[in-house]
């Protein structure tokens, strides 16, 4: 009998998450459109709007016109290449090796894809200008690019500098990467960003470490390609950002004043407050489509847990299930993220403490189940536990998830992840996530 009940709440919660799921498919078309918006502009024309900044990037803005091409405007602002990093600046990636140029391209020859996580091919279609330049290492295989779009003006520039970092979080256009830290520039130009990526390529992971900043008229983006076993430090791409921006500032404003520095801060993101950026889920070798955000069912739990946010009076909760849009995968497959807040610290522990009682406890208590740890958290002010839990489904057969659960100041997050035939992800991945989804709780209220 409780194999029936189990298999029929199985069975709801697969066609919740088809139901999720086609709702994230349409939300990821969106995103991949670049949700245009038709507006009427002066004269009674009309303009598509990009939502994340700047005017729909298809048409003549793909075919080179608008940033690429350069006839368009009498400005004199980076009206040529010398105002790119050389290959001296380069060295700043790394002193071991040769540096040198690839390649330098002008709007007209700027790629859809020259940076990872780049969703169209400018940020402003609008803009002035565009350059691209790429280096290569052949010692240490690195690569690199710096890539500036010139905006008319800097309220302009600002608009693609929100639409850039949109992207890092959103990171639609890759596969199978993941956001694996990101930091706060201060001291250069007028605000930046640096994103490191951990691209799944084999034995050893392609970091790719990328920077955003705004410089009065100008965004720059300047990006390190290298081949690792951990996560670089953001120093090179902090020094190789610095030395980019004396090199275009004195032209497009925004120089910015202080000591170039980088600290340890999570990306914006236009998620949900309190949940995770798509970008900061891990890895799954089978899955090749990009995770999307769709709102989920709080109370979606095992038989473990025997509680939940509402139980627990909460002041406020609320679910949102990541899913992979267009992936080969089962209708159950997807990772739900419940954020709670309560009224103090004490509460959102004891909380977090109760189920992790009961999960410790669930083999005694459910006949059918066998639970075992997988890791704690205890570090940053986050609290938590993560398991790895199997039941007996009849026929000899097992149904398995991923539990876990942490504490953060008055926050607490809840996550389950049904783990399916080549569709899992490691213990410590699952409690790395854990430790994210905590960090970004904060911002629920």
């Excluded at 992840?417 to 989804?437: E, G, K, Q, Y």
Aim: glycine content about 12%.
């Amino acid at each position: 009998m409780a194999g029936s009940h189990r298999a029929q709440r199985g069975g709801g919660r697969a066609a919740a998450r088809e139901a999720r799921r086609e709702k994230a498919r349409k939300r990821n078309q969106t995103i991949a459109a670049g949700v245009a918006v038709v507006v009427l502009v002066g004269g009674g024309g009309i303009a598509a709007l990009n939502a994340f900044g700047g005017d729909d990037s298809s048409g003549d803005a793909k075919k080179g016109k608008g940033p690429g091409d350069d006839k368009s405007s009498d400005s004199k602002v980076l009206a040529d290449d010398k105002g790119l990093l050389d290959v001296a600046g380069a060295k700043a990636l790394g002193s071991t090796g040769t540096w040198s140029v690839s390649a330098t391209a002008d709007g007209s020859g700027a790629g859809d894809h020259d940076y990872v996580c780049q969703s169209q091919r400018f940020a402003d279609p609008s803009g002035l200008r565009t350059w691209v330049r790429k280096f290569a290492n052949p010692t240490t295989k690195d690569s690199a690019v710096q890539y500036v779009e010139v905006s008319n003006d800097a309220a302009a520039a600002e608009k693609a500098y929100g639409t850039i970092v949109g992207w890092f979080s959103q990171c639609a256009a890759e596969k199978r990467t993941r956001l694996n830290t990101s930091y706060l520039l201060s001291g250069m130009g007028d605000k930046g960003w640096i994103a490191v990526f951990g691209q799944a390529t084999g034995p050893k992971t392609r970091y790719r470490t990328i920077s955003v900043t705004l410089a009065g008229q100008a965004t720059l983006v300047v990006e390190h390609d290298t081949n690792g076993t951990t996560p670089p430090k953001p120093d090179a791409v902090l020094n190789a950002t610095a030395a980019a921006l004396q090199k275009i500032c004195p032209q497009t404003g925004g120089c910015g004043s202080g000591t170039p520095a980088a600290k340890a801060s999570l990306l914006p993101t236009s998620e949900p407050a309190g949940f995770m950026a798509p970008a900061e889920l891990p890895i799954i070798a089978a899955v090749d489509k990009p995770w999307v955000s769709t709102p989920g069912k709080v109370g979606n739990t095992t038989q473990c847990e025997r509680t939940d946010p509402k139980k627990a009076k909460a002041a406020k909760y609320a679910t949102q299930t990541y899913l992979a849009p267009g992936a080969k995968v089962p209708t159950e497959f997807g990772l739900d993220d419940t954020v709670a807040r309560f009224a103090s610290p004490n509460a959102a522990a004891a909380y977090v403490s109760l189920v992790r009682k009961n999960v410790d406890g669930c083999q005694k208590a459910v006949s059918t189940a066998k639970v075992s740890s997988v890791g704690t958290i205890s570090t940053g002010g986050v609290k938590g536990e993560a398991w790895e839990a199997s039941f007996e489904t009849g026929s000899g057969k097992k149904a398995r998830f991923r539990i876990g659960v942490a504490a953060a100041g008055n926050h607490a997050v809840y996550l389950l992840f049904p783990v399916l035939p080549d569709l899992d992800i490691t213990d410590s991945a699952f409690v790395d996530t854990l430790r994210r989804a905590a960090e970004r709780s904060a911002s629920y209220k």
